[in-house]
């Protein structure tokens, strides 16, 4: 990574440990809303992290008792309502930009580590990270009906591709709050754990993501988001073309060794375990996941 100054340090902070960039939404006296200079600064953050290598997977999180309220409605609609359609229009595609375009689509793996509140307009972001584990004690609302406007924002969007439409249209006409819990059981994030365990939890799963190949396991996550909207004859060609093009890119060697290390060596089992190539030996690590976590049910 080259030495220019890093984006963070205002509305976003980061902090990295063991190869994971923990990345704050930094404005805990506001339960970290989003603010126009925040949509920049978190974009800015994550396009920078792309190419540092202290980072190996994402973690987005928030400061204080909120993962983010959603939207803020003093700096990003009061201040803006007597500004120009094209100054609106600016700074829709700013919030745009790092919620729907490079989170959704970024180079490393990314979990939303659910603390605390998130309504309104937190859910896209929250939707766009790959992997969600939340907090039992999370609170969660589309808070938006209850001010006199839509969740817009791709909010809807969001919660119609995760949470089913029972219950998607349910929460969006009351408005009415669900805990992590909740949020698991509809589909909205993959587990609920107790506050106390979010971080333990959070960090055992970006070490399992950390330990495959990252070409392909990039490649694999944005096959999954493409191929939903294709036709089956189209989806077959794509994902074979990003399966040869992910195996050039990497060279290989991460498939060619556990083909080895199951065929020739017999000390793999690919459905249970993951290889991990160490120093020149094959290390066998478990895939099998922890005991105690709520898995989501989705509909």
Same mark, same amino acid.
């Given at each position: 990574?080259?030495s220019?100054?890093?984006p963070?340090?205002?509305?976003?902070d980061v902090?990295?440990?063991?190869?994971?960039?923990f990345?704050?939404?930094?404005r805990?006296?506001k339960?970290?809303?989003?603010?126009?200079?925040?949509?920049?600064?978190m974009?800015?953050t994550?396009?920078?992290?792309?190419?540092?290598?202290r980072?190996?997977v994402v973690?987005?999180?928030?400061?204080?008792a909120a993962?983010s309220?959603?939207?803020d409605?003093?700096?990003?609609?009061?201040?803006?309502?007597?500004e120009s359609d094209?100054f609106k229009?600016?700074?829709?595609e700013e919030?745009?930009?790092?919620?729907?375009?490079?989170?959704?689509n970024?180079?490393?793996p990314?979990?939303?580590m659910?603390?605390?509140?998130?309504?309104?307009?937190?859910f896209?972001?929250?939707?766009?990270?790959d992997?969600?584990i939340?907090s039992d004690?999370?609170t969660f609302?589309?808070?938006e009906?209850?001010w006199?406007i839509?969740?817009?924002?791709?909010?809807?969007?969001?919660?119609?591709?995760t949470?089913?439409?029972?219950?998607a249209?349910y929460?969006?006409?009351?408005g009415?709050?669900?805990d992590?819990?909740?949020a698991a059981?509809?589909g909205?994030?993959?587990e &609920?754990v107790?506050?106390k365990?979010? +971080?333990k *939890?959070?960090?055992?799963?970006?070490?399992?993501?950390? !330990? @495959?190949?990252?070409?392909?396991?990039?490649?694999?996550?944005?096959?999954?988001?493409r191929v939903?909207?294709m036709?089956?004859?189209t989806a077959?060609?794509?994902i074979?073309a990003k399966?040869?093009? &992910?195996q050039?890119?990497?060279?290989? +060697?991460f *498939?060619?060794g556990a083909?080895?290390?199951?065929l020739d !060596? @017999?000390?793999?089992?690919?459905?249970l375990?993951?290889?991990k190539?160490?120093?020149?030996?094959n290390a066998?690590?478990?895939s099998?996941?922890p005991?105690?976590?709520k898995k989501?049910k989705k509909?």
């Amino acid at each position: 990574m080259s030495s220019t100054k890093q984006p963070w340090g205002n509305t976003v902070d980061v902090e990295f440990s063991d190869s994971i960039a923990f990345v704050y939404f930094n404005r805990p006296d506001k339960k970290n809303c989003m603010s126009p200079t925040l949509n920049r600064e978190m974009y800015a953050t994550l396009h920078a992290l792309e190419l540092d290598d202290r980072c190996k997977v994402v973690v987005l999180t928030g400061r204080g008792a909120a993962w983010s309220a959603g939207m803020d409605l003093k700096e990003y609609f009061r201040e803006t309502d007597n500004e120009s359609d094209a100054f609106k229009m600016r700074i829709r595609e700013e919030a745009a930009a790092w919620q729907q375009i490079k989170l959704r689509n970024h180079a490393k793996p990314t979990i939303a580590m659910v603390n605390g509140w998130v309504f309104g307009g937190a859910f896209t972001p929250l939707t766009s990270c790959d992997i969600a584990i939340a907090s039992d004690d999370a609170t969660f609302g589309l808070s938006e009906i209850n001010w006199g406007i839509l969740p817009g924002g791709n909010v809807t969007k969001s919660v119609a591709d995760t949470m089913g439409q029972r219950d998607a249209l349910y929460y969006i006409m009351t408005g009415e709050t669900f805990d992590g819990k909740k949020a698991a059981k509809m589909g909205l994030v993959n587990e &609920s754990v107790p506050a106390k365990q979010l +971080e333990k *939890r959070v960090r055992e799963l970006a070490k399992v993501l950390m !330990e @495959k190949d990252p070409i392909v396991l990039r490649s694999a996550k944005e096959v999954f988001k493409r191929v939903r909207y294709m036709d089956w004859e189209t989806a077959n060609d794509y994902i074979y073309a990003k399966s040869d093009g &992910s195996q050039k890119r990497s060279g290989g +060697e991460f *498939r060619n060794g556990a083909m080895k290390a199951f065929l020739d !060596e @017999k000390k793999l089992k690919p459905g249970l375990d993951t290889y991990k190539k160490d120093d020149g030996k094959n290390a066998i690590k478990s895939s099998k996941k922890p005991a105690g976590a709520k898995k989501s049910k989705k509909k």
